[in-house]
C-alpha cells in the first residue's frame, strides 16, 4: 500500500476495483497492513511466473530451470574462450 496512502484513497481504490466489502471490514483490514514494509524486486526478464496450482507451479519451475540452463551454458561457452 505505501506509506503515503489514507484509509479514503485506499477505500476509494477498492471499490474502483469491484471490491463489496463491508467498510468495516476494510477499515480494520487497512489498519492491519499499512504499517507492513513492502518490497518489490524487478525481475531482469518479462516472464510471469505462476505458483497457484500444482501446474502452474510445475510448469513455472520447469522455466526457471531452463532460463538458469541457459544462462549457466552462455557463461560456460564465454569462460572458455
Known amino acids: 500500500m505505501g506509506s503515503e496512502v489514507t484509509l479514503e484513497r485506499?477505500?476509494?481504490s477498492v471499490r474502483?476495483?469491484?471490491c463489496r466489502w463491508d467498510e468495516t471490514l476494510l477499515s480494520e483490514f487497512f489498519k492491519?497492513?499499512?504499517g507492513t514494509p513492502?518490497?518489490?524486486?524487478?525481475?531482469?526478464?518479462r516472464e510471469f511466473l505462476h505458483f497457484g496450482t500444482s501446474t502452474q507451479?510445475?510448469?513455472?519451475g520447469?522455466?526457471?530451470?531452463?532460463y538458469e540452463n541457459r544462462h549457466a551454458f552462455a557463461e560456460q561457452v564465454f569462460e572458455h574462450k
Not at 513492502?38 to 526478464?45: A, E, R, T
Not at 507451479?57 to 513455472?60: G, P, R
Not at 520447469?62 to 531452463?66: D, E, G, L, S, Y
Open 16 to 18: 474502483q476495483s469491484g
Open 62 to 66: 520447469n522455466f526457471v530451470v531452463q
Open 38 to 45: 513492502f518490497h518489490v524486486k524487478i525481475l531482469p526478464f
Open 32 to 34: 492491519s497492513l499499512a
Open 57 to 60: 507451479l510445475i510448469s513455472s
Open 10 to 12: 485506499y477505500i476509494t
